[in-house]
């Protein structure tokens, strides 16, 4: 299939594959529709036209098919002696396993291809289900799935899922909000593996300031605040639909020089 590619062309499926993990011919596909621009690439693959739809279709044609048999036999190796659940024991012999450590972001990448409920916690079907969905029947086919997982991070259509799934999977269960030092970690986790530039920032001065849990508004429009490039904030609008404390970590950037301040009217 990829035979009669130039050099350029190569390398451009090969990195369209690693981050959608569809088959060489859907990569092409996407691609070629796409005029080779990498960007309208993902944006047709992802789509819900027709073409997008037939496009991930051939992806999941050509993923290998994995015995559910097998992954129970497999979700046995982890799973708690006294429940039906891979508990925190278990998630760690998992990635001892995969040769990386518990806070290690492919793990919640892995979490949100297993749709878990819960951090540190899955249930037989989450783990099964999540096995087939990556593709993979063993551990050892799994640790070599893992920069393609890593790499998923990179898409901005996976990370924004990542990202709002991680409020629901870290949270306590049956609460409505994240601790605060829960959301801290996660932040640092996140914004270290895709970087912000004032997620440092950010952590200080709530820490400082705020001290309490954080909502599921807060926490998802920190997301949309993250993709104001300039940085200076010049472009923030104070009078749009911000959380309280966005507008007042912005606030706080200004009076401490972080970023310049914001002129006055004329």
């Known amino acids: 299939m990829t035979s ?21 011919r859907g990569a092409v596909a996407a691609l070629k529709a796409s005029d080779w621009n ?12 027709t073409s997008g739809q037939q496009l991930r279709a051939m992806g999941r044609a050509a993923a290998p098919r994995v015995d559910p048999k097998q992954l129970e036999q497999l979700f046995l190796r982890y799973k708690d002696p006294h429940s039906e659940l891979i508990l925190v024991d278990g998630v760690s012999k998992m990635c001892e396993d995969l040769e990386v ?48 997982l890593r790499s998923e991070i990179n898409d901005d259509h996976k990370f924004r899922e990542i990202y709002n799934f991680s409020f629901d999977w870290a949270k306590e269960k049956g609460q409505k909000s994240l601790s605060f030092e829960t959301a801290i970690g996660m932040w640092q986790l996140l914004f270290t593996a895709r970087p912000w530039r004032f997620v440092d920032h950010w952590c200080e001065y ?4 705020h ?56």
Request: negative net charge; aromatic residues 10%.
């Open 206 to 209: 709530l820490q400082v300031k």
């Open 101 to 148: 450590e518990p806070q290690d972001i492919v793990m919640l990448i892995l979490s949100w291809h297993f749709k878990a409920a819960t951090m540190c916690e899955y249930s037989k079907d989450e783990f099964v289900q999540g096995m087939q969905r990556v593709g993979v029947s063993s551990m050892s086919e799994l640790k070599a799935r893992l920069p393609v």
């Open 211 to 266: 001290n309490k849990a954080i909502s599921r508004d807060t926490w998802q429009q920190l997301l949309e605040f993250t993709k104001i490039t300039d940085p200076s904030l010049s472009s923030y609008d104070e009078e749009g639909a911000w959380p309280y404390l966005v507008d007042e970590f912005v606030s706080h950037l200004r009076e401490a020089g972080v970023v310049p301040s914001k002129p006055d009217a004329a």
């Open 4 to 24: 009669r590619l130039n050099r350029q062309q190569k390398e451009a499926v090969q990195q369209f594959l690693a981050i959608t993990g569809t088959s060489d």
């Open 38 to 49: 990498m960007e309208l690439a993902f944006d047709l693959f992802y789509s819900s036209s």
